[in-house]
């Protein structure tokens, strides 16, 4: 059986991923695909419930190596139970972030050591890396807005993350940016800033080159 494809979704916070990831499922099954969609963190029973700590715990949150060794466990779990079978299988995997968010967040955004970020990673997904990883890129005041118009519409408010401030977040965008640099071949960056099927037709265009 022909393994399936791993394609991973990255970018700041509101740049559109989880729409864009919807369109991208809906293409590949008209073509006759088998797709399988996760998150990050969450995607398992376990997965979800760290990603509940993580985002939501107020009284007692995770100090910033608790939240690094929390997405990771959130990750273990997810690769072994859910991404990797789904590709022995021969499916392909879209997911709404991956390892990049460590390193972006955890590693530029919190200033933990980037080599032990990418050896713990390695462990916790068991060397698995994307084989195409879509960095979706809006400016800060897009990310904003968009941000805003979803909490108006789902009445929901910012997550301990979202709130990090300005700071961490443009470290997040500068970490993503350089991670896209070293790493050419598997990270492409994407103009997310036009119109949702205008985004949609750039990927289309990337992913069945
Ligand atoms: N994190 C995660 C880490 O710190 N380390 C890690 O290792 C990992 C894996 C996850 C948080 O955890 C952090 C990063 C995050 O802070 P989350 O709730 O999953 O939290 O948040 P995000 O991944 O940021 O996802 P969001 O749902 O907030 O944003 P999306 O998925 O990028 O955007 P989407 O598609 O939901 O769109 C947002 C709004 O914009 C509109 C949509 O309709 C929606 O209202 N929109 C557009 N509007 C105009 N034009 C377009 N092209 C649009 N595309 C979407």
Redesign the pocket.
């Given at each position: 059986m022909k393994r399936g494809k791993f394609i991973s979704?990255e970018?700041?916070?509101?740049?559109?991923?989880?729409?864009?990831?919807a369109r991208l499922k809906a293409e590949l099954e008209a073509r006759g695909e088998s797709v399988v969609v996760v998150?990050?963190?969450?995607g398992t029973r376990l997965s979800e419930l760290i990603?509940t700590l993580?985002?939501d715990e107020e009284d007692d949150p995770p100090c910033d190596r608790a939240?690094l060794l929390l997405?990771?466990a959130?990750?273990a779990q997810l690769v072994r139970n859910v991404i990797s079978p789904a590709l022995d299988d021969g499916r392909w995997v879209l997911s709404?972030?991956?390892?990049d968010?460590?390193f972006?967040?955890?590693g530029y955004?919190r200033g933990l050591p980037l080599d032990f970020l990418r050896e713990a990673n390695s462990f916790a997904c068991e060397g698995l890396s994307p084989d195409l990883t879509l960095l979706?890129e809006v400016p800060p005041g897009?990310s904003a807005s968009?941000?805003r118009?979803?909490e108006a519409?789902t009445a929901s408010s910012a997550?301990r993350?979202?709130r990090a401030g300005d700071g961490f977040h443009s470290r997040v965008r500068e970490g993503f940016a350089s991670l896209a640099k070293a790493e050419p071949g598997r990270i492409v960056r994407v103009d997310?800033?036009?119109?949702?099927d205008?985004?949609a037709s750039l990927i289309r265009a990337l992913v069945f080159a």
């Open positions: 979704f970018g700041g916070e509101g740049c559109g991923k989880t729409t864009q990831i998150r990050e963190p969450g990603r993580l985002k939240e997405f990771l959130a990750r709404d972030r991956f390892s968010s460590t972006a967040y955890q955004g979706l897009v968009r941000m118009s979803r519409r997550d993350i979202e997310a800033s036009g119109t949702p205008e985004v």
